[in-house]
């Protein structure tokens, strides 16, 4: 859902949007938006665990259009065995759920950037973008696969600003974001009940954030543009926050 407004926002910016999903009907979904927002792009099913699947996504890319400009690397989620609860208490918790969202939000972020970091390095010039999350920087609770896994995506992310500036080319730009609390299709359940009111944990979150608010997809649209864009020629390394002010607010 938020790539999926991300990419329509950078259609409206001309950008052609490949689209790399597992569920190839949510990639076409999502190029038929960009299409209606004026630009286009391929839709290509993709396992971005599997870097076959990533190599061949990447040669049909250069194929259809010569080039890679940008990588954003959207590929997320928890999964609720990894999910502490009084029935699930973190010393039970099964190791294939943990490896399952590790895998999913750190090795499919690693494999990509391999990839496609590698044709950015044969250019000498490119931004990879990742998505982290504000549980990177403050660690909520019952979800410690996903914090840890969206923690290990922003270390990354610096580390590999400094690799690719120092051994390839300073002209290619590393750099994430780190929404913090939007209201999507995977988490409503948690935050709001059948009623649409807010769940006890939606009254914490939106408690401690400033604005008041959840946030929207298209809330993120203007920060991409603007890492992307020649205006963040001299970013590279950084992780921003996108949270209403949540990492700002001690609660106090």
């Not at 859902?1 to 569920?23: F, N, Q, T």
């Not at 290619?172 to 609390?181: D, K, L, S, T």
Request: charged letters at 20%.
């Amino acid at each position: 859902m938020l790539c999926s407004a991300i990419a329509e926002g950078l259609a409206r910016e001309g950008v052609k949007v490949v689209l790399l999903d597992l569920a190839e009907d949510k990639a076409k979904a999502a190029l038929e938006k960009v299409r209606k927002a004026g630009s286009d792009g391929l839709a290509i099913k993709t396992n971005v665990l599997s870097r076959a699947d990533l190599e061949r996504a990447a040669q049909e890319t250069l194929a259809a259009f010569g080039r890679v400009d940008f990588l954003i690397n959207g590929a997320g989620g928890n999964h609720p065995k990894a999910t502490t609860s009084p029935e699930a208490p973190l010393f039970d918790l099964p190791e294939d759920a943990v490896r399952f969202v590790f895998d999913l939000n750190f090795m499919g972020t690693f494999l990509a950037c391999q990839v496609f970091g590698k044709v950015m390095a044969e250019r000498q010039e490119g931004v990879i973008l990742n998505v982290a999350s504000m549980n990177a920087i403050r660690p909520l609770t019952r979800i410690p696969a996903y914090s840890a896994a969206k923690a290990a995506v922003a270390n990354f992310t610096q580390w590999l600003a400094v690799h690719m500036a120092q051994e390839y080319s300073p002209a290619i730009r590393v750099v994430a974001i780190a929404p913090g609390f939007f209201l999507t299709e995977q988490n409503r359940f948690l935050l709001l009940d059948e009623r649409g009111e807010l769940t006890p944990r939606g009254k914490q979150i939106i408690d401690h954030t400033p604005m008041g608010r959840f946030g929207k997809p298209e809330d993120l649209i203007g920060a991409v543009v603007w890492l992307l864009s020649p205006a963040a020629s001299f970013v590279t390394g950084v992780v921003i926050p996108i949270d209403g002010g949540f990492s700002a607010y001690s609660g106090v």
